[in-house]
């Protein structure tokens, strides 16, 4: 099982690296995988499965996503300016989004995975801005406009446990971003939402019945640990060719690798 969350930690590294999906688009999938099959469907992990999926990999990308934040500061793709003001309101949405997450049952929260999913998908396709290339300045978010997108992407990455990427990265494109400043950005920008929902997924799991002595909550500290070594690996390995793949191509297989995951879970 670990041996399987390592290789698949490595994945998520890269994909942190070079994509800013901080993971979760890989360890949620995978996690859920294992754990059903570890441990049954009607185990007591088995029912929480999700839950300590989505926990776990808000976890992990603290790490994931904090050390691709240093990797892309110092090739110095990340443009701080368009980052800074939504770090605040990023924290303050990924509280409610952990609250609702524990609210519902674990087939809820996977098919809102999927349904996000899928209308981030359609959105990057047919609304214009994210397959062409990058313009030459970014447009500015207005404060109110930077309020609520930062409260939102909070809120929906916490409840999904996936990052901020599936929302930061079209929102960037949009605005006029090149594929690697949009992927820099959003990997700072699943900082504060990853340690807002780790603590949030920790402290509220306490009415649940105990998952074992490797929980915090409903965050699985063994596959945690196996899980961060595998990014580590991934993004050491990756971290080379920030800002080397052609715009164009790194936007399809942004989408692409989309679309890999939303089969996946609608085959899980």
Excluded at 2 to 22: C, D, E, H, I, K
Excluded at 59 to 82: E, K, P, S
Excluded at 111 to 122: D, E, N, S, V
Excluded at 241 to 254: L, M, R, V
Aim: proline share 4%; with cysteine.
């Amino acid at each position: 099982m670990y041996f399987l969350l390592l290789f698949f930690g490595v994945l998520a590294g890269v994909t942190t690296v070079l994509f800013g999906f901080g993971g979760g688009f890989v360890v949620v999938p995978v996690l859920y995988s294992v754990l059903v099959g570890s441990y049954g469907a009607d185990s007591e992990v088995g029912r929480a499965a999700m839950h300590i999926a989505v926990a776990t990999s808000t976890c992990v990308m603290i790490f994931g996503a904090g050390m691709a934040t240093l990797r892309h500061h110092r090739a110095g793709t990340v443009q701080w300016d368009q980052v800074r003001p939504l770090l605040g309101y990023i924290a303050i949405g990924a509280v409610p989004g952990a609250v609702a997450a524990l609210a519902l049952s674990g087939s809820w929260v996977r098919w809102a995975f999927i349904i996000y999913l899928g209308l981030t998908i359609l959105d990057s396709l047919l609304r214009p801005g994210f397959t062409r290339e990058a313009a030459s300045q970014i447009l500015p978010l207005g404060k109110p406009a930077t309020a609520g997108a930062g409260l939102t992407i909070g809120a929906i990455a916490a409840f999904l446990g996936v990052g901020g990427s599936v929302m930061t990265v079209p929102l960037m494109r949009r605005r006029g971003a090149s594929m690697t400043a949009a992927t820099a950005a959003a990997n700072p920008l699943s900082l504060p939402m990853a340690v807002m929902g780790s603590i949030s997924y920790a402290l509220l799991a306490w009415r649940t019945a105990p998952l074992g002595a490797w929980h915090a909550g409903f965050i699985d500290l063994r596959a945690c640990l196996a899980l961060v070594l595998g990014s580590w690996l991934g993004i050491q390995a990756t971290s080379r060719w920030i800002g080397k793949i052609p715009d164009g191509i790194h936007a399809k297989t942004y989408l692409a690798l989309l679309c890999t995951v939303l089969l996946v879970m609608l085959v899980m």
